[in-house]
């Protein structure tokens, strides 16, 4: 079936036949440039004027060019070394913002029935405010080693591991769905980049928003204009 624009901006391709929004029982959502307006990884370098640098690590890693996620932040990660706490509140309260129809979105969902999850590649210190603000159920992400108040150029390591890429993106989503007793059929994922395409892949809906060309190609649904409330335009609530 060739893609379709249903409105300006808005495409849909091999769409499933539930298009309820109650059909589903898990929504799993991306966070820098697909929740959030940032970068959070670019935002914190150029704390330290590193930004050029790092973002270019990143914009390679993201349209998978460079397709070894873990070995891509590492590298940026080694550039952080020496940003403060300090310089990371700066970087929560004056720069991320919640991207167009997040909160709509998200609140869509919870009212259906859907619980939320916040899966990134990012880092635990911004996912955990943006979970806060949207009200999402469940997280994971990276969490940066902070000591004597700066970044050493590290993570911490967790439970389920230290570096959150896109085949953790893709476990976590099945393992919260397993936990749930919710089908990969009843999941919805939502990214942008090159590493939300393991877990987009493993849903019975993948939306694409404002990504990479190559995300934008295998998404059943692409918002390439506007909020991430455009996706009430194609599952009904």
């Known amino acids: 079936m060739p893609s379709n624009e249903i409105s300006p901006g808005l495409v849909v391709q091999n769409l499933p036949d539930a298009l309820r929004l109650s059909h589903y029982k898990l929504i799993a959502f991306d966070m820098d440039s697909t929740l959030i307006n940032i970068e959070c990884i670019d935002e914190i370098a150029d704390a330290v004027g590193r930004k050029a640098q790092v973002a270019a690590i990143t914009e390679a890693a993201m ?84 000591e004597n108040g700066a970044l050493t150029g590290a993570l911490v390591q967790q439970a389920w591991g230290d570096i959150c890429d896109g085949a953790e993106k893709r476990r976590t989503l099945l393992e919260v769905a397993s936990l749930l007793n919710i089908r990969p059929d009843q999941c919805i994922a939502v990214g942008d980049g090159a590493n939300d395409l393991p877990m987009m892949g493993a849903a019975g809906l993948s939306v694409a928003f404002h990504a990479k060309p190559a995300v934008r190609e295998q998404a059943q649904v692409a918002i390439n204009e506007g909020g991430l409330d455009r996706l009430l335009d194609v599952l009904k609530v």
């Open 63 to 146: 349209r998978g060019e460079i397709t070894d996620f873990k070995d891509s932040l590492r590298r940026r990660l080694a550039l952080l070394q020496g940003v403060t706490e300090a310089d990371l509140h700066a970087v929560k309260t004056e720069r991320l913002r919640l991207n167009p129809g997040a909160t709509a979105l998200v609140s869509a969902c919870k009212q259906a029935g859907l619980k939320v999850l916040l899966v990134s590649g990012g880092f635990t210190y911004f996912a955990s405010y943006v979970c806060e603000l949207l009200g999402i159920d469940f997280m994971r992400s990276n969490a940066l080693q902070i």
